[in-house]
């Protein structure tokens, strides 16, 4: 697991595939707005049936997570400032989640599918998100 950081801040977290650990494991903690919790279970493993109480909750940004279900990408890591932090390549089964800063993606190959979980509700393009060129 890779955190890319700029100014003393978390820009990003990137996880390959490689990278689980038996159990459950969040990479995120308390501090981010969103929380990701991997799992990694063998057959027979149980958890038991559950529902999320409401609670109230200020979020005051969108982070957002892309898993790569197949294929290859190439992910730009951008500070707040807009300035090119990184260029990482994710390939199937690695995931990255988005903290700060801005982000773009090249697909690298056909056929290439990527599942995007931010938290919301999404407003628009022109109230949610800030062109960096």
């Known amino acids: 697991m890779d955190i890319i950081t700029s100014n003393n801040q978390e820009i990003a977290l990137i996880y390959r595939k490689n990278d689980w650990k038996p159990g459950l494991h969040f990479p995120t903690n308390e501090k981010h707005f969103i929380q990701v919790g991997c799992w990694h279970y063998n057959e027979g493993k149980i958890l038991p049936p559950h529902k999320h109480k409401f609670h109230k909750r200020s979020v005051t940004k969108t982070q957002e997570l892309i898993y790569i279900a197949d294929g290859k990408i190439r992910l730009s890591?951008?500070?707040?400032?807009?300035?090119?932090l990184k260029e990482v390549i994710l390939e199937k089964g690695d995931f990255a989640v988005m903290f700060n800063g801005g982000h773009g993606?090249?697909?690298?190959?056909?056929?290439?599918?990527?599942?995007?979980?931010?938290?919301?509700?999404?407003?628009?393009?022109?109230?949610?998100k800030e062109p960096l060129s």
Do not use: A, C
């Open 77 to 84: 890591l951008y500070s707040n400032r807009g300035k090119e």
């Open 105 to 128: 993606y090249k697909i690298m190959e056909n056929n290439t599918r990527v599942l995007e979980v931010k938290n919301g509700p999404f407003i628009s393009v022109e109230e949610d």
